[in-house]
C-alpha cells in the first residue's frame, strides 16, 4: 500500500494540475466576448472535471493508495482551488453593460 503522505500528495497534484488548466482557460476566456467566454470556460470545465476523474480512477485502480487520505486531499485541495478560482475571476470579469 502506498503511504499516506504519497496519497495525499498525489490528490493535491491533481488538484493543483486542474486549478492550472482552470487558470490557462479563464485567463484564454476573459479576452472573450461574454458568450464565448461562457462556452469557453464551461466546456473547459467538463473537460478538466473528466480529466480528474479520469486519473482518479487511474490512481484508485492502478496504485493501492490511502482513498479516504486520497480522496480527503484530493477534496479539500480542490475547494480551495476553486474559491480562489472564483475570487479571482470576480475581481478581473467586469460586469457586462
Do not use: N
Request: net charge positive; proline share 4%.
Amino acid at each position: 500500500m502506498v503511504s499516506p503522505l504519497l496519497s495525499a500528495s498525489l490528490g493535491i497534484a491533481i488538484a493543483l494540475v486542474h486549478a492550472g488548466l482552470s487558470v490557462a482557460v479563464a485567463a484564454l476566456a476573459l479576452r472573450q466576448d461574454l458568450r464565448t467566454f461562457m462556452a469557453l470556460y464551461f466546456g473547459g470545465m467538463l473537460v478538466r472535471m473528466l480529466l480528474a476523474l479520469a486519473a482518479v480512477v487511474a490512481i484508485v485502480v492502478w496504485l493501492a493508495v490511502d482513498v479516504p487520505v486520497f480522496v480527503g486531499s484530493l477534496l479539500g485541495a480542490l475547494i480551495i482551488s476553486m474559491v480562489l478560482e472564483i475570487t479571482w475571476l470576480v475581481r478581473r470579469r467586469p460586469l457586462p453593460q
